[in-house]
Protein backbone atom coordinates (compact mmCIF):
# COMPACT_ATOMS: atom_id res chain seq x y z
CA UNK A 1 0.00 0.00 0.00
CA UNK A 2 1.93 3.00 -1.02
CA UNK A 3 -0.92 5.64 0.60
CA UNK A 4 -0.51 7.59 3.73
CA UNK A 5 -0.18 5.58 6.47
CA UNK A 6 -1.54 6.07 9.72
CA UNK A 7 -0.84 3.89 13.20
CA UNK A 8 -2.22 2.53 15.32
CA UNK A 9 -6.15 2.72 14.17
CA UNK A 10 -7.97 2.69 17.45
CA UNK A 11 -6.37 4.20 20.81
CA UNK A 12 -8.12 3.68 23.95
CA UNK A 13 -6.88 5.36 26.84
CA UNK A 14 -7.15 7.05 30.54
CA UNK A 15 -7.71 10.32 31.24
CA UNK A 16 -4.52 12.43 32.14
CA UNK A 17 -2.16 9.51 30.07
CA UNK A 18 -0.41 10.91 27.26
CA UNK A 19 -0.68 9.19 23.52
CA UNK A 20 1.40 9.33 20.36
CA UNK A 21 0.11 8.78 16.88
CA UNK A 22 2.08 8.27 14.05
CA UNK A 23 1.62 9.32 10.20
CA UNK A 24 3.68 7.55 7.28
CA UNK A 25 2.77 10.35 3.88
CA UNK A 26 3.57 9.48 0.46
CA UNK A 27 6.95 9.28 0.16
CA UNK A 28 7.61 11.70 -2.74
CA UNK A 29 5.25 14.40 -0.89
CA UNK A 30 6.76 17.07 1.27
CA UNK A 31 3.69 18.71 2.62
CA UNK A 32 2.12 16.90 5.57
CA UNK A 33 -1.25 18.11 7.30
CA UNK A 34 -2.49 16.93 10.80
CA UNK A 35 -6.68 17.12 10.99
CA UNK A 36 -8.81 16.49 13.70
CA UNK A 37 -12.65 15.22 13.13
CA UNK A 38 -15.62 14.87 15.49
CA UNK A 39 -18.82 13.79 14.71
CA UNK A 40 -20.89 15.69 12.60
CA UNK A 41 -17.83 17.79 11.44
CA UNK A 42 -15.51 18.37 8.99
CA UNK A 43 -11.80 18.02 9.44
CA UNK A 44 -10.41 20.64 11.41
CA UNK A 45 -6.85 22.02 10.62
CA UNK A 46 -4.34 21.18 13.51
CA UNK A 47 -0.92 21.64 12.13
CA UNK A 48 0.92 21.62 8.97
CA UNK A 49 4.48 20.52 7.67
CA UNK A 50 6.19 21.64 4.77
CA UNK A 51 8.88 19.28 5.00
CA UNK A 52 10.58 19.17 8.48
CA UNK A 53 9.27 22.74 9.13
CA UNK A 54 6.31 23.11 11.55
CA UNK A 55 4.43 26.02 9.49
CA UNK A 56 1.51 26.98 11.33
CA UNK A 57 0.17 25.84 14.16
CA UNK A 58 -3.80 25.82 14.80
CA UNK A 59 -5.32 27.50 17.76
CA UNK A 60 -7.51 24.20 18.35
CA UNK A 61 -4.11 22.56 19.29
CA UNK A 62 -3.40 23.61 23.20
CA UNK A 63 0.09 23.61 24.95
CA UNK A 64 -1.10 19.71 25.42
CA UNK A 65 -0.33 18.65 21.78
CA UNK A 66 2.33 19.03 19.84
CA UNK A 67 3.62 17.30 16.43
CA UNK A 68 7.24 16.76 15.20
CA UNK A 69 8.46 15.50 11.19
CA UNK A 70 12.27 15.05 12.39
CA UNK A 71 13.60 14.35 9.33
CA UNK A 72 10.83 15.27 6.82
CA UNK A 73 9.23 11.62 6.95
CA UNK A 74 6.89 10.68 8.78
CA UNK A 75 5.35 12.66 11.84
CA UNK A 76 3.94 12.06 14.91
CA UNK A 77 1.06 13.98 16.79
CA UNK A 78 1.30 13.50 20.89
CA UNK A 79 -1.48 14.29 23.28
CA UNK A 80 -0.42 14.88 26.73
CA UNK A 81 -2.42 14.38 29.90
CA UNK A 82 -5.16 13.35 27.74
CA UNK A 83 -8.27 14.87 28.37
CA UNK A 84 -12.24 13.24 27.78
CA UNK A 85 -12.87 16.29 24.92
CA UNK A 86 -9.64 14.66 23.19
CA UNK A 87 -11.41 12.21 21.96
CA UNK A 88 -11.82 12.36 18.05
CA UNK A 89 -10.50 10.86 14.63
CA UNK A 90 -7.14 12.04 13.89
CA UNK A 91 -6.26 12.27 10.29
CA UNK A 92 -3.26 13.13 8.65
CA UNK A 93 -2.59 13.79 4.71
CA UNK A 94 0.12 14.69 2.84
CA UNK A 95 0.45 16.61 -0.45
CA UNK A 96 3.66 17.53 -3.18
CA UNK A 97 1.70 20.60 -4.24
CA UNK A 98 -1.78 21.75 -6.16
CA UNK A 99 -2.90 18.40 -7.03
CA UNK A 100 -5.06 18.17 -3.23
CA UNK A 101 -4.20 16.06 -0.03
CA UNK A 102 -4.62 12.40 0.39
CA UNK A 103 -5.43 11.28 3.89
CA UNK A 104 -5.15 8.02 5.79
CA UNK A 105 -7.69 6.31 7.83
CA UNK A 106 -6.98 8.29 10.80
CA UNK A 107 -7.00 7.09 14.17
CA UNK A 108 -9.58 6.90 16.20
CA UNK A 109 -9.09 8.07 19.88
CA UNK A 110 -11.00 7.12 22.83
CA UNK A 111 -10.34 8.72 26.44
CA UNK A 112 -11.92 7.39 29.57
CA UNK B 1 -8.86 33.91 7.08
CA UNK B 2 -10.10 31.16 4.56
CA UNK B 3 -13.58 29.93 5.44
CA UNK B 4 -15.79 27.39 3.56
CA UNK B 5 -19.24 26.71 4.35
CA UNK B 6 -21.74 23.98 3.40
CA UNK B 7 -25.31 24.69 3.96
CA UNK B 8 -26.53 21.67 4.08
CA UNK B 9 -26.15 18.90 6.35
CA UNK B 10 -28.05 16.51 4.02
CA UNK B 11 -29.39 15.95 0.58
CA UNK B 12 -31.99 13.45 -0.14
CA UNK B 13 -32.23 12.96 -4.12
CA UNK B 14 -34.39 10.23 -5.41
CA UNK B 15 -32.38 7.73 -8.11
CA UNK B 16 -31.94 9.52 -11.12
CA UNK B 17 -32.89 13.26 -10.16
CA UNK B 18 -30.36 16.00 -10.11
CA UNK B 19 -27.52 16.52 -7.46
CA UNK B 20 -26.31 19.98 -6.59
CA UNK B 21 -24.19 20.34 -3.25
CA UNK B 22 -23.51 23.99 -2.33
CA UNK B 23 -19.97 25.50 -1.54
CA UNK B 24 -19.50 28.92 -0.64
CA UNK B 25 -16.15 30.03 0.20
CA UNK B 26 -14.36 33.01 1.30
CA UNK B 27 -10.66 34.18 0.78
CA UNK B 28 -8.87 37.12 0.18
CA UNK B 29 -6.53 35.73 -2.37
CA UNK B 30 -6.55 33.27 -5.09
CA UNK B 31 -8.31 30.21 -3.94
CA UNK B 32 -8.25 26.13 -4.81
CA UNK B 33 -11.12 24.51 -4.33
CA UNK B 34 -11.84 20.80 -4.19
CA UNK B 35 -14.25 18.27 -3.28
CA UNK B 36 -13.43 15.15 -1.30
CA UNK B 37 -15.74 12.50 -0.61
CA UNK B 38 -16.19 10.18 2.10
CA UNK B 39 -17.73 6.73 1.39
CA UNK B 40 -18.88 4.27 4.70
CA UNK B 41 -16.15 3.21 6.58
CA UNK B 42 -13.64 4.84 3.90
CA UNK B 43 -10.96 7.07 3.69
CA UNK B 44 -11.76 10.47 2.90
CA UNK B 45 -10.68 10.71 -0.55
CA UNK B 46 -10.41 13.28 -3.49
CA UNK B 47 -13.51 13.66 -5.77
CA UNK B 48 -11.99 16.62 -8.03
CA UNK B 49 -10.41 20.40 -8.35
CA UNK B 50 -11.40 23.25 -10.11
CA UNK B 51 -8.29 23.87 -11.81
CA UNK B 52 -8.17 20.35 -13.96
CA UNK B 53 -11.73 21.15 -14.89
CA UNK B 54 -12.76 17.53 -14.79
CA UNK B 55 -15.35 15.69 -14.37
CA UNK B 56 -14.74 12.43 -12.06
CA UNK B 57 -17.82 9.44 -11.53
CA UNK B 58 -20.15 12.05 -13.26
CA UNK B 59 -19.32 14.79 -11.30
CA UNK B 60 -18.59 18.73 -12.32
CA UNK B 61 -17.60 22.04 -10.19
CA UNK B 62 -17.53 25.12 -11.29
CA UNK B 63 -15.42 27.60 -9.54
CA UNK B 64 -18.00 30.95 -9.52
CA UNK B 65 -15.54 33.27 -8.35
CA UNK B 66 -18.47 36.35 -8.26
CA UNK B 67 -20.14 34.57 -6.19
CA UNK B 68 -17.30 32.42 -4.13
CA UNK B 69 -19.08 29.40 -4.96
CA UNK B 70 -18.24 25.99 -5.64
CA UNK B 71 -21.15 23.74 -6.29
CA UNK B 72 -20.76 20.12 -7.02
CA UNK B 73 -23.37 18.98 -9.80
CA UNK B 74 -24.51 15.61 -11.24
CA UNK B 75 -27.53 15.60 -13.65
CA UNK B 76 -28.53 12.00 -12.18
CA UNK B 77 -27.92 10.60 -9.48
CA UNK B 78 -27.20 7.43 -9.21
CA UNK B 79 -27.43 4.73 -5.33
CA UNK B 80 -23.54 4.48 -4.82
CA UNK B 81 -23.41 8.29 -4.90
CA UNK B 82 -24.40 8.66 -1.57
CA UNK B 83 -21.50 9.45 1.06
CA UNK B 84 -20.50 12.46 2.68
CA UNK B 85 -18.66 14.90 0.49
CA UNK B 86 -16.52 17.91 1.73
CA UNK B 87 -15.68 21.37 -0.06
CA UNK B 88 -12.14 22.39 0.21
CA UNK B 89 -10.13 24.89 0.02
CA UNK B 90 -6.31 25.66 -0.15
CA UNK B 91 -4.86 29.21 0.06
CA UNK B 92 -1.71 30.69 1.87
CA UNK B 93 0.92 28.18 3.08
CA UNK B 94 -1.37 25.17 0.57
CA UNK B 95 -3.44 24.94 3.88
CA UNK B 96 -6.44 22.83 3.35
CA UNK B 97 -9.63 24.13 4.86
CA UNK B 98 -12.60 22.44 4.90
CA UNK B 99 -16.36 22.76 5.13
CA UNK B 100 -18.20 21.13 7.54
CA UNK B 101 -19.74 18.81 5.13
CA UNK B 102 -23.06 17.51 3.06
CA UNK B 103 -24.68 13.72 3.30
CA UNK B 104 -25.97 13.05 0.21
CA UNK B 105 -28.20 10.56 0.40
CA UNK B 106 -29.64 8.92 -2.91
CA UNK B 107 -32.95 6.67 -2.03
CA UNK B 108 -33.53 4.33 -4.70
Known sequence: DTGVSQNPRHKITKRGQNVTFRCDPISEHNRLYWY????GQGPEFLTYFQNEAQLEKSRLLSDRFSAERPKGSFS?????RTEQGDSAMYLCASSSGGGGAFFGQGTRLTVV | ???VTQPEKLLS???GAPVELKCNY???GSPELFWYVQYSRQRLQLLLRHISRESIKGFTADLNKGETSFHLKKPFAQEEDSAMYYCALTGGYQKVTFGTGTKLQVIP
Open chain 1, 36 to 39: RQTL
Open chain 1, 76 to 80: TLEIQ
Open chain 2, 1 to 3: AQR
Open chain 2, 13 to 15: VFK
Open chain 2, 26 to 28: SYS
